[in-house]
């Protein structure tokens, strides 16, 4: 949430901060790129300081960084000095990006994965509610960041006095040695059913780290890059030039502004759901239903059907983005090993950044050259291209994939037996106790 809050507000307030600040309205895209591009240097230094901090550690001060940076945007009297600014909001992003999805990815479950993706849904949302709240009580764009800001260091008191359960985690390794048979019912661990071991190669603490670039000849490191360069391709370009499509296509603009909200609802309410369905399903399932899903959403648009439909279309495309991302990520552990996670995480994210820096105004000048109609077309090649990558990705990295669901079914195994074990246990303790009432 607290990743989502700044990353919306931007667009929501610049119209009035370009008035404000005396700017073109086009500035908003230098802005963007200047954060970009912090992120992206930031991403690629974050498993560095993940070995010096902890995850926690480097999570609050990212925090902070951004709390800082949100107060800066607040006060800046200058297009200049909002130029300034967006580089601290950037490391801090591209920190938090690669810290929680490592964590996640290694730490929790797939659906716990998929639900950290859905509550950046209700961060984004909550931006540009409190840019409305701030505009209705007189305070102004300006007000809104200092929410925003404050709100951020709220999140950051909250993670300060949470360091000692991310130590704790951290020290207990990740899911898949957290199963035990329970020896007797005072004294039982039982690992959460499904899919917890889908992130666990399990690391060897003897494994040397190794630099980004060292990293990116491990085989498949390079296609997992391709692999989020188209994803964010998709995703972003579908965020971005929705709007103007529906509008080109008859659609009013208050209409289409509702429908490009009602696809961000889809990508939310799917996230969560995806959370539910991980815990039957593998990540490997889940991305390539995804991908199919937005699939047919690109080629049912891409029909001459009546415009009511199109709006069904667009969600599809959302619903079908949902469980791609958060999935991809929570793969990684297993296609790369833990002890490469953070470089591998690192490097996708780079890859997610230069796709969503590149590819968007790469369509706008396709768009400007020709017609915003070729939109369902270019989204179609992204998902082809996207589909491609994810399955040149798995042939890659088939054999430890294998080898993380075969762990997936020993520890579903484990868990049911422990399951058994510990009601058999209580049924015997329960019979003790009648007997001991009855004399």
């Not at 591209?94 to 509550?119: C, P, Q, R």
Request: proline share 5%; charged share 15%.
């Amino acid at each position: 949430m607290g990743l989502g809050l700044p990353d919306t507000i931007l667009g929501a307030a610049w119209p009035l901060m370009h008035l404000d600040l005396q700017t073109p309205i086009s500035a908003a895209g230098i802005l963007s790129i200047i954060a970009s591009l912090g992120t992206i240097v930031s991403s690629l230094c974050t498993p560095k300081f993940l070995r010096i901090l902890g995850t926690g550690k480097l999570v609050a001060y990212s925090i902070a960084l951004t709390a800082i940076a949100s107060v800066g945007y607040g006060n800046a009297d200058s297009f200049n000095v909002l130029c300034l600014w967006a580089i601290p909001m950037g490391i801090g992003a591209g920190a938090v990006d690669v810290a929680m999805n490592n964590f996640a990815a290694i730490y929790l479950e797939s659906k716990h994965t998929n639900w950290l993706h859905a509550s950046w849904g209700i961060g984004a949302t909550l931006g540009p509610s409190l840019l409305s709240f701030s505009i209705m009580i007189g305070s102004g764009w300006r007000g809104a960041y200092e929410y925003v800001a404050a709100s951020l260091t709220a999140i950051f008191v909250l993670i300060l006095i949470s360091l000692p359960l991310w130590k704790k985690t951290e020290a207990r390794g990740g899911l898949s040695e957290n199963v035990t048979i329970p020896a007797n019912s005072e004294n039982v661990k039982v690992a959460s059913p499904g899919n917890a071991p889908r992130t666990a190669a399990p690391s060897d603490g003897n494994t040397p780290h190794i630099s980004i670039r060292e990293a990116l000849r491990v085989p498949g490191m390079k296609l997992s890059f391709l692999t989020f360069f188209f994803y964010s391709a998709l995703e972003i370009s579908t965020s971005l030039w929705c709007g103007t499509y529906l509008i080109a296509c008859g659609f009013k603009p208050e209409i289409g502004a509702f429908i490009v909200s009602l696809m961000f609802a889809s990508v939310m309410i799917g996230r969560i759901a995806s959370g539910f369905f991980a815990i039957k399903f593998t990540d490997h399932r889940l991305i390539y239903a995804g991908i199919f899903i937005v699939a047919a959403g690109c080629l049912v648009l891409s029909l001459p059907l009546p415009l009511w439909m199109q709006p069904v279309c667009i969600c599809l495309l959302g619903l079908g983005c949902a469980p791609v991302y958060p999935s991809l990520i929570h793969a990684t552990p297993a296609r790369f090993g833990e002890s490469l996670s953070s470089q591998a995480i690192s490097i996708q994210l780079a890859g997610s950044y230069v796709g969503s820096i590149l590819m968007p105004p790469a369509f706008g000048l396709v768009a400007a050259k020709f017609t915003v109609h070729l939109w369902p077309i270019s989204l179609s090649i992204f998902v082809g291209l996207l589909l491609l990558c994810v399955c040149l990705l798995d042939y890659v990295t088939h054999k430890k994939l294998n080898k993380s669901y075969a762990r997936e079914r020993v520890i579903d195994i484990l868990h049911t037996v422990s399951m058994e074990t510990l009601k058999r246990e209580r049924r015997i303790q329960r019979r003790l106790r009648n007997r001991q009432k009855k004399r």
